[in-house]
């Protein structure tokens, strides 16, 4: 995830942290990260501007 990413997660599908981060947060202060998360009643339709930035490695990140 970078800076102005945004993800979609289909509904019913679980998501949370990646591996390993939750345990890293214990000991954490505080953090710089800002999440925004909504639930729509129906489907998002995605522009070919949104498609363009499709990043295929995204799935690839929550390997361990």
Request: hydrophobic content about 35%.
């Amino acid at each position: 995830m970078e800076p102005g990413s945004f993800t979609l997660h289909p509904q019913g599908i679980p998501h949370g942290p990646h591996p390993g981060t939750t345990l890293k947060s214990f000991d954490a202060q505080r953090t710089e990260e800002l999440a925004v998360m909504f639930d729509t009643q129906y489907p998002l339709q995605l522009t070919p501007e949104a498609l363009a930035m499709d990043d295929p490695n995204y799935p690839l990140s929550w390997l361990g």
